[in-house]
């Protein structure tokens, strides 16, 4: 079992490859970021993560190669030289491997496929060893809000069964759902974690539900074991936090949260409209800050 030490290691390592995966990552490159030796590195890696770094490196790319294709304008030639393989051969191989079918066939017709998401290793650590909370606190950050006008659209959505959050909805259902979501094509945004409005709740299912917008004239596949439903136009209030730590991501949260149960809409002629749309979170990710966003309408006057 990894220590705190070795997760925050690995971290290193994903945050690496990250930065630098249009270039040549070699071993060396990421057991200097981890700070161990190249055998200790390779080892806590696979531990963490379930591949060797390559492994991950190569899904990385494919999936990169995918979100190309999916536009329909690159050559596949091109695609498989910016994800570092060296014949057009070698990455339909391995693309027919990763997602089930070939680069001619996704590029000609890109349905719902598994993408690679790199999850980060440090939140999974604190969050199953129940360590987020721990650390020392920073001073409250600074939240910025705005109303952003959301047009009338679909939401392709996978429902659990009890989940309220987030981390309930992965126990129930998988957190891999995002990597499908990630795969729709023609999206309006990205995917999120959604509450919805008891209105769209069907009987038996979650509260929480993960999905991704669409636009209402959508004629795409639908992932096996999603549904999609239609969302009114809304306006919505976004509260985004400044960039923060991973080993943070509790408290970045628990800021927008604290943030909004205080914040009066009122004051800018509006009224919280939970019962219209769904409320939802964006992934959390440490370098643009924690981003919710609740819906909001127009104070009717009298």
């Known amino acids: 079992m990894a220590t705190y ?155 659990g069964i009890n989940a309220k959050e987030y981390f309930g909805y992965c126990e129930e259902v998988g957190c891999d759902v995002w990597a499908i979501l990630e795969s729709v094509k023609g999206a309006l945004f990205e995917p999120a974690g959604f509450w919805l409005p008891e209105k769209l709740i069907k009987e038996g299912t979650s509260k929480y539900v993960m999905g991704v917008e669409v636009p209402l004239e959508h004629k795409g596949a639908v992932p096996k074991g999603f549904e999609i439903i239609e969302l009114a136009q809304c306006k919505m209030m976004f509260f985004q936090g400044e960039p923060y730590d991973d080993s943070e991501f509790d408290n970045a949260i628990a800021d927008i949260w604290d943030a909004m149960e205080k914040f009066d809409p009122k004051r800018f002629g509006y009224e919280w409209a939970d019962d219209d749309v769904p409320r939802f979170q964006l992934m959390p990710v440490g370098q643009r800050g924690y981003i919710e966003a609740r819906p909001v309408k127009p104070i009717t006057k009298k």
């Open 5 to 159: 030490e070795g997760t925050k290691a690995v971290q290193r390592m994903q945050d690496h490859i990250k930065e630098h995966i249009d270039e040549e990552i070699t071993l060396e490159d990421l057991s200097k970021a981890a700070g161990y030796s190249k055998s200790h590195s390779l080892r806590i890696f696979k531990e963490l993560t379930g591949s060797t770094p390559f492994e991950y490196i190569r899904r990385y790319r494919l999936t990169q190669g995918a979100k190309y294709l999916m536009d329909g304008n690159p050559r596949i030639a091109d695609v498989a030289s910016d994800c570092a393989f060296d014949t057009h051969e070698g990455f339909t191989r391995a693309f027919s491997k990763e997602f089930g079918l070939s680069p001619e066939s996704y590029k000609a017709d890109p349905v719902p496929v598994r993408f690679f998401v790199p999850y980060s290793v440090l939140i999974r650590y604190l969050v199953y060893n129940k360590e987020y909370g721990k650390m020392e606190k920073k001073e409250k950050q600074t939240i910025f809000t705005q109303v952003i006008e959301r047009p009338k659209r679909k939401l392709i959505l996978k429902r």
